[in-house]
């Protein structure tokens, strides 16, 4: 009996920490909010030109407090991540404070359509946080292509 219910703790396990994971899949367009996976930050993600596209976008990212206040002076990493091929991107999107918690990610490429995350880590001072972002892109990619063999 004690084994049986090891062995169930053992596979529900993942399935509960999965669950509990706050991921936001955004559509190519608009702006979403969500706090980071620890509850640190507020971030805000706009596509600057309305749309992800392959190639390279803007993204306006602001970063608030939990109590509600801008994040000034802070380091952010923006990484675009497409999961489904286990890989990101070569090059490194440019980011500028514009203050008062105000953020611009330039440079942010994605190099073929899918599903993608844009993940945004976030550290000031002793608090180091991240949100990731789920997204559509379509069209063809002028990067690499993947093929499967099986």
């Known amino acids: 009996m004690k084994i049986r219910i090891f062995f169930i703790i053992l596979i529900m396990f993942p399935v509960i920490a999965i669950a509990g ?12 909010s969500m706090n980071t996976d620890n509850g640190n930050f507020a971030v ?3 596509v600057h030109d309305k749309e992800m596209k392959v190639g390279k976008n803007r993204l306006d990212i602001m970063i608030e407090d939990k109590e509600g206040h801008a994040v000034k002076d ?14 990101g991107v070569d090059e490194k999107a440019v980011i500028k404070g514009e203050g008062n918690g105000m953020y611009i990610a330039e440079n942010v ?17 002793e608090l180091t946080d ?3 972002f789920k997204f559509q892109v379509a069209g063809s990619g002028h990067g690499h292509e993947h093929k499967m063999n099986h």
Do not use: Q
Request: aromatic residues 4%; glycine residues 12%; charged residues 20%.
């Open 74 to 87: 802070a380091n952010i990493e923006v990484v675009p991540w497409m999961p489904g091929m286990g890989h």
């Open 44 to 46: 805000k993600l706009s």
């Open 21 to 32: 994971m706050e991921h936001k899949h955004m559509e190519s367009t608009g702006s979403i």
């Open 109 to 125: 490429v994605i190099n073929m359509g899918g599903e993608w995350e844009i993940r945004i880590s976030v550290n000031k001072g």
């Open 130 to 132: 991240i949100a990731v």
